[in-house]
């Protein structure tokens, strides 16, 4: 039972447009919702996160939407750039634990 | 800077073999975790500690063990290794706050024969 789903394996997008990339969840018990950013032979690195009190948070190009009512959470890149080139996951922590369940990543492939 | 660093980037066992993989982490976080990550299946979470000599299960523990004797170490043993226990392997840290981004590791890929 996938709890976070990032239902796009794969994205491709021109140097300079916008990358979104699309999560949905199914449990509301989610109170925090963050995105990494995975290159290859490295371990993931932090992006952005969002509480589940808020709808929007951003920093510099990264933007993060939250839409609690569809469980659905949207990272949006402006401009994308080569080196955003990676794999990005979504998570979110269990409210009242430590633990989160990370989706299954989207390969994004920004061209130049 | 945080550093998590794990002990090995690469490892090859045998099928039945005992291993441990250790992570250490230098900025006194009080969580550590283990995950595994597998094409199309994303980070699975194994186990966590949230403080020394504390552990909890993850979403598949199962042929898996954890040691945390000390704050900044965290290890976790393949009692007897099995060939669908090859994997990238993951550790992060974070501070006992929820929602608390995580610093990771560089993976260790495991390979059992």
């Known amino acids: 039972d996938q709890q976070v789903k990032q239902n796009s394996p794969s994205l491709s997008v021109q140097e300079g447009r916008i990358s979104i990339l699309n999560c949905d969840y199914t449990?509301?018990?989610?109170?925090?919702f963050l995105w990494y950013k995975k290159y290859p032979a490295e371990g993931p690195t932090f992006l952005i996160s969002?509480?589940?009190?808020?709808d929007k948070n951003e920093d510099g190009r990264f933007t993060v939407f939250l839409n609690k009512s569809a469980k659905h959470l949207s990272l949006h890149i402006v401009p994308s750039q080569p080196g955003d080139s990676a794999v990005y996951f979504c998570?979110?922590?269990?409210?009242?634990?430590?633990?989160?369940?990370f989706g299954t990543g989207t390969r994004l492939k920004v061209l130049a | 800077d945080v550093k998590v660093t794990q002990s090995s980037r690469y490892l090859v066992k045998r099928t039945g073999e005992k291993v441990f993989l250790e992570c250490v982490q230098d900025?006194?976080?009080?969580?550590m975790f283990w995950y595994r990550q597998d094409p199309g299946l994303g980070l699975r979470l194994i186990y966590f500690?949230?403080?020394?000599?504390?552990?909890e299960k993850g979403d598949i523990p199962e042929g898996y063990s954890v040691s945390r004797e000390k704050k900044e170490r965290f290890s976790l043993i393949l009692e007897s290794a099995s060939t669908n226990q090859t994997s990238m392997y993951l550790c992060?840290?974070?501070?006992?706050?929820?929602?608390?981004?995580?610093?990771f590791g560089p993976g260790t890929r495991l390979t059992v024969l």
């Open positions: 992060a840290s974070n501070l006992g706050q929820v929602g608390n981004e995580q610093f």
């Open positions: 900025m006194d976080h009080e969580n």
């Open positions: 969002i509480s589940s009190i808020k």
């Open positions: 449990n509301s018990m989610f109170d925090y």
């Open positions: 998570a979110a922590n269990v409210a009242g634990t430590y633990k989160y369940i």
């Open positions: 500690s949230y403080d020394v000599k504390m552990k």
